[in-house]
């Protein structure tokens, strides 16, 4: 079946440092969308990929979806200790309804 | 807060217990969806709901049970339930099941603990 990787599975940085997630299907995906989830809280949208080689940003996030379509990046420039919690991938195979997601990335940023 | 609102928050139930999870979303929504979080594993897609079918179930043990009665409100019955069922149950709704340029929105979930 679909699968979808993410790594790193724990990353820790110092407040102000860059910090990256990747995530890989095993599969071409008709798109794929970003997650975060704070620590006691329930996962929340971010944003959603659609095209081949696109690249989106929301303030110091930068997400892109490869050109193959099998893979995606979360970058977070210069983190704050707002960013922790944990970032999730869920992609969604081409002529297929279901969105699989990733085991996520949890990130903590030490002050 | 979110427009999908999940009662209880918190629910502990012995093993021979049978309980409901409630979820009720106002967003117009049609699709609705369970989603088990255990820690240390991915979210697990166990029910989907589209315009009131049940279009997927994941190979759940039928100690679950699933309702919708309409698009705005889903049920996870629960009944006879194992300590390993102890996790987050997240309730999540779409504007429709292809869910096309839309994210998911989700509940604010059920911490499960079964003693």
């Known amino acids: 079946g679909q699968q979808v990787m993410q790594i790193p599975q724990y990353q820790h940085v110092q407040e102000g440092e860059d910090f990256t997630t990747y995530c890989n299907s095993s599969t071409t995906l008709s798109n794929i969308q970003w997650y975060k989830q704070r620590p006691g809280g329930h996962p929340v949208f971010l944003i959603q990929?659609?095209?081949?080689?696109e690249v989106k940003k929301q303030k110091r996030l930068t997400f892109q979806f490869g050109e193959a379509k099998k893979n995606s990046s979360l970058h977070i420039t210069a983190t704050q200790t707002t960013d922790v919690g944990t970032y999730f991938c869920?992609?969604?195979?081409?002529?297929?309804?279901?969105?699989?997601f990733g085991a996520g990335t949890i990130l903590r940023v030490k002050s | 807060e979110t427009g999908v609102t999940q009662t209880p928050r918190h629910l502990v139930m012995g093993m021979t217990n049978k309980k409901s999870l409630k979820c009720e979303q106002h967003?117009?929504?049609?699709?609705m969806y369970w989603y088990k979080q255990s820690a240390k594993k991915p979210l697990e897609l166990m029910f989907v709901?589209?315009?009131?079918?049940?279009?997927e179930n994941n190979s759940v043990p039928s100690r679950f049970s699933p309702e919708c009665p309409n698009s705005s409100h889903l049920f996870l019955h629960l009944h006879t339930l194992q300590p390993e069922d102890s996790a987050l149950y997240l309730c999540?709704?779409?504007?429709?099941?292809?869910?096309?340029?839309?994210?998911?929105?989700f509940g604010s979930g059920t911490r499960l603990t079964v003693v």
């Open positions: 869920a992609g969604r195979r081409e002529y297929g309804n279901k969105l699989v």
């Open positions: 709901y589209s315009l009131e079918e049940r279009v």
């Open positions: 967003l117009g929504h049609n699709a």
């Open positions: 990929l659609v095209k081949s080689g």
């Open positions: 999540a709704s779409s504007q429709d099941r292809s869910n096309y340029g839309y994210g998911y929105t």
